[in-house]
């Protein structure tokens, strides 16, 4: 055999190899491994459920990491919220176009964990991270929380006596027509709702379908939490149930409003915190890259910038060095199981 036929061959064999070696060892049991042959990537989507003006700087950011590296976006629109991304990548499912899922709530992650789209992963985190915080089958993590509070108008409610103290509240005579909540179909209050059908002391002696029939008739239903905080502020209702983000956002405004934690009485449920969440859908097109960026998003670094930012959001990493500036000293938090929440939230929607 003349040396230029050997060479040929050679370089071959060498390709094939390398090709075998990634496929082989780049994922073992569905688990990226180090160490290994990666193919070059250079783009990834995602499909992005936060808001456009806290997730794009940390996209731009990710960029920075790698200025021949692209994420291309694709964001919620406010119609379907983000149902109508998660129904995209169920159509998608047998030629999936997402690389990575950030979600700003966990229901909605965990219907596609269930479904078998997402991708078990070893994740950058600690150990100790909140075992609610994270999937059974290391599908999902959650960071960077939101709190659902009570938003009360201080000019119709002037004193901390006649304020509401607990959710189950939506659905009392007292306040019918003069509180509110959104549309549990979708976001946090779908997350919520789920919760409280799900957990046997959640609403206390109640039955699910009784309180929620009774709020349906008693409390007014608006698009979303946003809405909620300013029909509070405004004075067009007394008060409503909404996320903490929302609720800062009104109260630093200089509206006349006070923010109040639920559920905090001996034996009350607790506080309901409701993570992002962050996903590599299985059999993305670039999961090499896909994996780099989900890590990057759960990163102490990440949590950080949406803690510091206008939505003040409660990091999860164990000792992180940045708090959020609302105050939660002394504040209970419900215990919950949010994959068996999920599970209840067909019972929400009927």
């Known amino acids: 055999m003349n040396r230029t036929k050997l060479a040929s061959g050679l370089h071959r064999w060498l390709l094939d190899y390398r090709a075998v070696m990634f496929s082989a060892c780049a994922f073992v049991g569905g688990l990226p491994l180090s160490g290994c042959i990666q193919r070059s990537e250079k783009t990834a989507t995602i499909y992005c459920a936060t808001d456009r003006e806290f997730a794009a700087p940390i996209l731009d950011a990710f960029e920075r990491t790698d200025n021949d590296m692209q994420v291309v976006r694709v964001f919620d629109v406010e ?48 150990d100790n991270w909140p075992k609610e915080f994270a999937a059974s089958d290391r599908s999902w993590v959650g960071f960077a929380a939101r709190a659902r509070v009570l938003i009360v108008n201080t000019k119709k409610l ?21 509180c509110g909540y959104a549309n549990p179909v979708y976001g946090t209050t779908a997350t919520h709702f789920a919760v409280l059908a799900s957990h046997p002391v959640a609403l206390r002696d109640l039955q699910w379908e009784q309180w929620q029939t009774s709020i349906q008739s008693n409390a007014v239903m608006l698009a979303g939490n946003k809405q909620v905080a300013l029909a509070v502020s405004s004075g067009e209702l007394t008060w409503g149930l909404t996320d903490t983000d929302d609720a800062l ?48 998003l759960v990163s102490e670094k990440t949590e950080s910038r949406l803690t510091m930012s206008s939505s003040a959001h409660f990091p999860l990493w164990p000792g992180a060095a940045e708090q959020s500036r609302i105050e939660t000293l002394g504040i209970r938090r419900a215990k919950i199981d949010y994959e068996a929440a999920a599970d209840a939230s067909v019972r929400v929607a009927q």
């Open 249 to 296: 956002i009104e109260k630093e405004k200089g509206m006349p409003v006070e923010m109040i934690f639920p559920d905090q009485q001996e034996g009350g449920f607790g506080a309901v915190f409701i993570p992002n969440t962050v996903a590599v859908i299985r059999r993305s097109p670039h999961p090499v890259l896909a994996g780099r960026l989900a890590d990057y």
């Open 79 to 126: 119609a379907s919220k983000t149902l109508g991304l998660v129904t995209r990548i169920e159509q998608e499912s047998g030629n999936p176009k997402c690389d990575v899922f950030w979600n700003n709530e966990i229901l909605h992650t965990i219907r596609l964990q269930k479904a078998g789209l997402l991708a078990p992963r070893r994740w950058s985190i600690p």
């Open 158 to 178: 002037n004193a901390p006596d006649q304020y509401p103290a607990r959710v189950e509240e939506l659905a009392d005579p007292k306040w019918k027509g003069a």
